[in-house]
């Protein structure tokens, strides 16, 4: 499944980003909302 791939690939970005980052906040809620599926 595709949202499998995704969510990998998001926790990856995940953890180059600083702890402070916006983006994190994003990426978080995307993986929640992929899980959901």
Known sequence: ??????????EMML???PAGDARRAV?????????EK
């Open 27 to 35: 990426i978080e809620r995307s993986i929640r909302l992929a899980q």
């Open 15 to 17: 953890k180059l980003l």
């Open 1 to 10: 499944q595709r949202f499998d791939e995704a969510v990998a690939a998001w």
